[in-house]
């Protein structure tokens, strides 16, 4: 039987636990940070640069979830390759005129805050009151479990991935051809 909430203790800060969740809120606080430098920068480097802030915050929740495989193709494929290639692609692009943004409803900025004030109060009493179980730990992780899992049980799966990438490059290369002024 569990003993009453009101018996449990708090961890301190200084034990495992109280680390543990200060590790995790790091990891959130880069995350959601990155996010708002990516969705608020008037500039696209400055949104890029937001993005990567964002997947390297993204690596490391799932770094600190016990997969270091999946954090280190997080960081390979996102921050090294996605995030590089729209660099280039802001790079190559036509500088377009300054854009004039018209005016919009005086509602929308108080309506939009108090839809997200609100929902993230309603998530925080749901996280707060809810009873979080520790999970046993499945499997470890490691590179060679995920290429077991990969090649049998998900074996369909790994090819329809390197298909749709295989239409990706046959669709930049189809946009390249055209050339910049087409």
Do not use: H
Not at 42 to 49: F, H, I, N, S, T
Not at 106 to 131: D, K
Request: proline fraction near 4%.
């Amino acid at each position: 039987m569990n003993p009453p909430m009101s018996l449990i203790e708090a961890p301190s800060l200084f034990s495992v636990d109280g680390l543990v969740g200060v590790v995790f809120l790091i990891m959130m606080a880069i995350t959601v940070t990155g996010g708002i430098i990516a969705c608020n920068s008037e500039r696209l480097v400055r949104a890029v640069a937001g993005l990567i802030v964002c997947f390297v915050g993204v690596a490391g929740v799932y770094y600190f979830l016990n997969s270091p495989f999946v954090a280190m193709m997080q960081m390979l494929i996102y921050v090294g390759a996605v995030a590089v290639t729209i660099s280039f692609a802001i790079m190559l692009a036509a500088p377009e005129e300054k854009m004039k943004i018209g005016t919009s409803s005086p509602l929308v900025g108080p309506f939009g805050f108090g839809t997200a004030a609100l929902i993230t109060g309603g998530l925080s009493v749901l996280a707060v009151r809810t009873e979080w179980p520790v999970m046993t730990k499945i499997n470890d992780g490691s590179v060679k479990n995920i290429g077991i899992q990969l090649l049998t049980n998900f074996s369909m799966v790994f090819e329809l991935i390197s298909i749709v990438l295989l239409i990706a490059i046959i669709g930049a290369l189809i946009i390249a051809r055209a050339g910049r002024d087409s």
